[in-house]
């Protein structure tokens, strides 16, 4: 079965950085663009960064834009977003998800468990 889990959550100070894990596994990870994608409490989700099944292109949230890095280690079936210079707004849980085509589009049939990013001082 299908099964991606995320894990590097945590508590950090606004400016910190933290670097988010998704460990896929029941599916050819290689073949799949991915995306992270987050939730702040009591709104709405938001695509925050999506990468191709190559890891080649790649695209971000205005808001995230030259603070975060998505990419992937298709030989560890892994993907990971590296978060710098966190802000509180940037406060959600963070979902890891895969997209049913190579390159990213609109739709994703599976999810992670979540993982909760807390920045705060």
């Known amino acids: 079965e299908v099964q991606l889990v995320e894990s590097g959550g945590g508590l950090v100070q606004p400016g910190g950085s933290l670097r988010l894990s998704c460990a896929a596994s029941g599916f050819t990870f290689s073949s799949y663009a991915m995306s992270w994608v987050r939730q702040a409490l009591g709104k709405g989700l938001d695509r925050v960064a999506a990468?191709?099944?190559?890891?080649?292109?790649?695209n971000y949230a205005d808001s995230v834009k030259g603070r975060f890095t998505i990419s992937r280690d298709n030989a560890k079936n892994t993907l990971y977003l590296q978060m710098n210079s966190l802000k509180p707004e940037d406060t959600a849980v963070y979902y890891c998800a895969k997209s049913v085509t190579a390159v990213a589009g609109k739709t994703n049939d599976y999810w992670g468990q979540g993982t909760q990013v807390t920045v705060s001082s």
């Open positions: 990468i191709n099944s190559g890891g080649g292109n790649t």
